[in-house]
């Protein structure tokens, strides 16, 4: 997982279209008792998967999901908060209303791929994907509605816009581990150490693994072909390349400096 920056220009249609939809579901919330109990659903559409939000985001995430920072498609216009119900953790029952009031809210809006974003099974049968998980330290301190604020919350699940996640979690080699319960947490949720999710940058980490191990043959290499190899090495750390989190974690380890 990458740390990212928000654009801090919020796409017009959130400030208008959805700003008006979003104070319609707040004043359903008000008026219907089954709206606020969970038995009817929140009338949520996809204004929030607007071209223009969609665009800033893949600006803002060079195309890559904001969770395993790859490139699989397809890219979906993924909730922090769940928007329609929220779960605890993965095998709890789901709780409505979710974070209805959220649904067109800039700040909770990221891309993500189906394999994270979405509730299925990988090739072995285990559960992947976050779904309507967002687990907080303390449940009872959950915001149930627009009248409870998000500052009493202690959400579990990292926000690569708000949070670092280098402070939270790490790399042997290409499997993240946990520095911090809430790094222990955001792999749990996303299953980052699924057969599904390791799948895939197995295959990037083999080729840093090669790289490193021609320059550890520097006695034999021409200066030439060592410059060339460092500087494919931090080309694959960039921003804009899959699982840059993962090859700075490998660079760092085998003391390679950052590129300048």
């Known amino acids: 997982m990458l740390r990212l920056t928000r654009p801090k220009k919020c796409p017009e249609i959130l400030l208008t279209k959805g700003l008006e939809k979003a104070q319609a579901l707040c004043d359903l919330y ?18 929030y998967r607007d071209l223009s939000v969609r665009k800033s985001l893949e600006g803002a995430q060079h195309d890559k999901c904001c969770y395993c920072d790859s490139r699989a498609t397809p890219l979906e216009v993924e909730h922090h908060r769940p928007k329609n119900a929220v779960r605890q953790q993965r095998d709890a029952s ?28 990988d ?31 202690d959400p579990l699940l990292l926000d690569p816009y708000a949070d670092n996640p280098d402070e939270h979690i790490g790399y042997r080699e290409c499997i993240p581990y946990p520095l911090t319960s809430r790094g222990e947490a955001t792999i749990e949720v996303l299953k980052l150490r699924g057969k599904s999710q390791l799948s895939r940058p197995r295959t990037t980490y083999a080729d840093v693994k090669k790289k490193l191990a021609w320059l550890g ?17 931090w080309a694959l750390a960039a921003d804009d390349a899959e699982y840059a989190a993962m090859v700075r974690a490998a660079l760092k380890e085998w003391g390679l400096p950052p590129a300048p």
């Open 94 to 121: 789901e709780e409505k209303p979710g974070y209805y009031w959220l649904a067109y809210e800039w700040q909770n809006l990221m891309l993500a791929c189906v394999l994270c974003n979405q509730p299925r099974q």
């Open 123 to 153: 090739s072995d049968g285990e559960p992947t994907g976050k779904g309507t998980q967002f687990p907080l330290a303390d449940p009872a301190m959950r915001a149930r509605s627009h009248h409870e604020s998000l500052a009493q919350e």
């Open 217 to 233: 043959t520097e006695s034999v290499l021409p200066p030439q072909y060592q410059q060339e190899i460092i500087e494919d090495l």
């Open 30 to 47: 008000d008026q219907s008792a089954p709206h606020r109990n969970g038995t009817e659903s929140f009338p949520i559409d996809d204004t």
